[in-house]
Nanobody, 116 residues
Framework: QVQLIESGGGLVQAGGSLRLSCAAS????????MRWYRQAPGKQRELVAT???????NYADSVKGRFTISRDNAKNTVYLQMNSLKPEDTAVYYC??????????WGQGTQVTVSS
C-alpha cells in the first residue's frame, strides 16, 4: 500500500548538480535503513548511499565527497544531493526503504543523465 514517489531526475551537463527526492505516500514505521541505488545500461544495480535508523551513513567509493544522503522524517522523505556530476553517474536511480519484519519498498526510478 505504501508508495515511494521519486522526483528530481533530469539531464545536466558534467559538473552540474541535481537533488533527488523520495517521498513516502504515508508514514512508514520501524524503518531499518533508507537507500539509494542506481543502475546504468548494461551494468548491475549499484548501492549508492545508505542512511540507517540510528543516523549512520555510508557511500559508494565512486560518489564519496560528491553525493549527500539525508532525510526529513516529518516529510517522510529521503534525499540524495548530487554535486559535481560526471557522465559515469548516468543511470536510473531507485529509492529503497527497508522496514523491520515486513521487507522493502521501492521507488519506480528516476532517470539521471549527465552529458559531457
Amino acid at each position: 500500500q505504501v508508495q515511494l514517489i521519486e522526483s528530481g531526475g533530469g539531464l545536466v551537463q558534467a559538473g552540474g548538480s541535481l537533488r533527488l527526492s523520495c517521498a513516502a505516500s504515508e508514514r512508514i514505521f520501524n524503518i531499518n535503513v533508507m537507500r539509494w541505488y542506481r543502475q546504468a545500461p548494461g551494468k548491475q544495480r549499484e548501492l549508492v548511499a545508505t542512511i540507517a535508523r540510528g543516523g549512520s551513513i555510508n557511500y559508494a567509493d565512486s560518489v564519496k565527497g560528491r553525493f549527500t544522503i539525508s532525510r526529513d522524517n516529518a516529510k517522510n522523505t529521503v534525499y540524495l544531493q548530487m554535486n559535481s556530476l560526471k557522465p559515469e553517474d548516468t543511470a536510473v536511480y531507485y529509492c529503497n526503504v527497508n522496514q523491520y519484519f515486513t521487507g522493502d519498498y521501492w521507488g519506480q526510478g528516476t532517470q539521471v543523465t549527465v552529458s559531457s
